[in-house]
């Protein structure tokens, strides 16, 4: 299921720069999307959301950017901390369909100090 | 911050052998899920259920499967003849809304079929 792709495995950022991760889609029905982060042994943790009907979401220092006519979104995170470092996963629903999320396979993020 | 916790963290069984995963969803959350992410792989959707019934269900969740809220707090899935394929971290999940609403989720059951 190739339909949520996140190219890059891993982005090595310095801290206090910038992070970008990027996150395709091939299903034009998607019409939510989430950033999960996710550290080893703990479940997926909520980050920020964007509906289908903005390009862009903020809340502190991340902001999530949806380009739909290139199925294209990424999430920026500045400045970066080495408390950020962890697995950044996208994903996507669909209505009908509520919140059957459809995942990307994460970027391992590191934030060197 | 209210969460979602699930026990066990970790449950290792027998192929063959049934398993109950537990999970007790965050109190005013109406809709509850669950993924699984097997090693190596994405983490996949298996289930959802709202007021007392499966809402949508895929391909993975089959007859093996059986979710259930016994009472007002938990939240069940159970597995009748585990083989080793189910070998996975299990999520379990909750959102107040079905739609537009991110999902919270668990620390996962690891589950170890051997």
């Known amino acids: 299921d190739q339909q949520v792709k996140q190219n890059s495995p891993s982005l090595s950022v310095q801290e206090g720069r910038i992070s970008i991760l990027n996150c395709d889609y091939t299903?034009?029905?998607?019409?939510?999307f989430l950033w999960y982060k996710k550290y080893p042994a703990e479940g997926p943790t909520f980050l920020i959301s964007i509906s289908s009907i903005k390009d862009k979401n903020e809340d502190g220092r991340f902001t999530v950017f949806l380009n739909k006519s290139a199925k294209h979104l990424s999430l920026h995170i500045v400045p970066s901390q080495p408390g950020d470092s962890a697995v950044y996963f996208c994903a996507a629903s669909a209505e009908p369909g509520g919140n059957k999320l459809v995942f990307g396979a994460g970027t391992i993020l590191r934030v060197k100090s | 911050e209210p969460e979602v916790t699930q026990t066990p963290s970790h449950q290792v069984t027998q192929m063959g052998q049934e398993v109950i995963l537990r999970c007790v969803p965050i109190s005013n959350h109406l809709y509850f899920y669950w993924y699984r992410q097997i090693l190596g792989q994405k983490v996949e959707f298996l289930v959802s259920?709202?007021?007392?019934?499966?809402?949508?269900k895929s391909e993975i969740f089959d007859d093996q499967f059986s979710v259930e809220r016994p009472d007002g707090s938990n939240f069940t899935l159970k597995i009748r003849s585990t083989k080793l394929e189910d070998s996975a971290m299990y999520f379990c999940a909750s959102s107040e809304r079905t739609a537009n609403s991110p999902l919270h989720f668990g620390n996962g059951t690891r589950l170890t079929v051997t």
């Open positions: 259920f709202y007021n007392n019934e499966i809402s949508e």
């Open positions: 299903n034009s029905m998607f019409d939510y």
